[in-house]
């Protein structure tokens, strides 16, 4: 065990050995290192860092904020490499994927790059005569971002770079699970001429948590982890009186319509339930098919390329999925599994039976697949976050989007049909904030928004994209006339029109 990672305040490496948590390669299944558990009161100095950063930040130039951001672009791009073999260490993906979850952080910071434009507000000459308006988007100040385990880099970066180019302070606490990769990014944003201060990284859990809701100088919070969790974070920082945008998690379902391209469909959502091993909040965690026969087709063709899946460590880019993040995590995916036929459905291909021969310490399970499900059953109704793929039976398109509407959570959705009207009437009712048509993980593009409906986010806006300048920055109005020395104007009390 090398080292404990520590915090990164005002620019500063920050040693920590106080309190720390051990960091595992999942793949190993061995201690790699230690992270430092922040104090409040480290958290306070992080938040004075930010605090003290924010006046001369806030009064940079957008365009001069943006060229950082080009410049962070670069450095990332040149270590992509070296950033996703830290995520494979410590979260267990596999290499691909984890450039692949790297990239889509990196479309943030793209559109970040253009800051200028994005902060131009509104304006209206002759809003009355020779009156003047404007509306400006201003900075709220120092803000903070919890993100969670399973996308290390990308989440972090679905917040700071916006909440950066738009003129706040940021202190982030990443996942104590895996929390290189961000270090590492992190210091190449520093790197690129971040001033001191504006971003603060303190590793840490519950605590450091609990110390950035209770601060009155942080103005608001983005979170993305568990429903249980962003429930808590959303009402405890909204009592306090914070803005705060909380992202949960999710069940998203899959519909397969009879006239879909079956092998097309099989093949999308072999990646969109396993890859990762099902740890991605857009994960399809259930197959909803329209009739038995195409249920049956679907049944039997996952089964056959689940038996040739390559399951294995995640820095072998040879491999299809990797491990699970933790042996607790692992241990709750099999209980799931476990009570799938007690429960009345019929377990398929059952992943506790896997074993990775190199790596027997790792936290391996095989893909499962568990047909017959139906909603009360313990495997439909709760968020597993691992490589589980459920079939629900329905009769039709309607009893579909019904099962869909009824499950408490909103993240995803997508369907696979020919027929464009089905499809049409499926992304107008469907109840889920982001919604796929043949297309199995639809994660909007960067220069949109992410976010869910229902359980799935407590809060008012999305993550990155438009509604992330929306999210950190407040709107002033201004309204202007300069009237004429020459004229003396009489008093009115009416008003003004
Ligand atoms: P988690 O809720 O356990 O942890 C998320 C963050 O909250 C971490 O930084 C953690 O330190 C902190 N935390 C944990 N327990 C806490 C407590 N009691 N008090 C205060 N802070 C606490 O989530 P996770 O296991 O790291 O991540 C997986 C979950 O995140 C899944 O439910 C997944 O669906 C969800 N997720 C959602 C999205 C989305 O955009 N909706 C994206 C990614 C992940």
New binding site residues.
Partial sequence: MSQTLGHIINGEYIPDTARCQDVFNPGLGKVIRKVALASADTVDKAITAAENAFPAWRDTPPLKRARIMFRFHQLLTENADEIAALISEEHGKIHHDALGEFQRGLEVVEYACGAPELLKGEHSKNAGPKVDSWSELQPLGVVAG??????PAM?PMWMFPMAIVCGNTFVL?????DPSAVMRVAELLQQAGLPDGVLNLVN???EA??ALLADNRVQALS????????E??YATGCANGKRVQA????KNHALILPDADIDNAVNALMGAAFGSCG???MAISVAVVVGDELADTMVAKLAAQLATMKVGIGTDNSMEMGPLISKEHMHKVAGYIATAEPEGAKLVVDGRELSVAEYPDGYFLGGSLIDKVKPGMKVYDD?I?GPVLCVVRVASMQAGMELINQHEYG?GTCIFTRDGEAARYFTDNIQAGMVGVNVPLPVPVAFHS???WKR??FGDLY?YGPDSVRFYTRRKTITQRWPSAAVREGVSFSFPS
């Fill in positions: 919890i993100t969670p385990f399973n996308f989440v606490k990443p996942s104590e699970k840490g859990d519950k948590v609990g979170f993305v982890g568990s429903t249980p969790i962003a808590y974070i992202l949960g998690g999710a740890e991605r909040c968020e976050f993240n992410f976010g869910g799935s986010l993550a």
